[in-house]
């Protein structure tokens, strides 16, 4: 059994892609985006990842933020399990109705201020799943919504940016929610 594992392996070749050249580019953008959060919060900033009913591929873009080549908590910001915890709420996929009252009162539990973004198409207009029976549409159309991410899913580059600029227009004040 293992010798024609062994020889199949031979025979293929190795399949997979080069690993990502971490540029300069992205080195400087992080740098950036840690020297920002720094000066606007003085501190990390924390969020409160919610699922209202996506399909999960935005859930996965977002987990690909903490893998070392995006390296989110070095930059200054986390994940937490408490709303009670967050600065921010990071909204996935359609409200489905069933989770409306959820995603609702984790709003209310969150400090102010309160910034919203919601990620990839689904949590903007509704993506393929709209508004039915089963979904409310989009997160707007239940929270107040600060940053839309779009993109099915968006890369986590995007959705780090949508996070900086929610951080950068509460700074600036133009977010002040309770």
Not at 50 to 70: F, Q, R
Not at 106 to 119: E, G, H, Q, S, W
Not at 144 to 151: K, T
Request: aromatic residues 4%.
């Amino acid at each position: 059994m293992i010798w024609k594992v062994v020889k199949q392996v031979l025979k293929t070749g190795i399949r997979t892609e080069p690993a990502p050249v971490q540029g300069d580019a992205l080195q400087v953008e992080a740098g950036r985006i840690h020297a920002d959060v720094l000066a606007i919060l003085g501190q990390a900033l924390t969020i409160r990842l919610v699922d209202a009913g996506s399909c999960n591929g935005c859930e996965l873009e977002i987990n690909a933020l903490s893998n070392p080549y995006y390296n989110i908590e070095g930059l200054g910001i986390k994940f937490v399990a408490s709303p009670r915890h967050a600065d921010m709420l990071l909204v996935t996929g359609p409200v489905s109705r069933n989770m409306a009252t959820a995603l609702q009162r984790t709003y209310d539990a969150i400090p102010a201020p309160k910034l919203v973004v919601a990620v990839g198409d689904c949590g903007c207009d509704g993506g393929i799943f709209g508004e039915s029976y089963a979904s409310l549409g989009p997160v707007s159309n239940v929270l107040p919504v600060d940053v839309w991410v779009p993109g099915c899913p968006p890369a986590p580059i995007e959705i780090l940016r949508g996070i900086l600029a929610a951080v950068r227009r509460c700074n600036v004040g133009s977010v002040e929610r309770s």
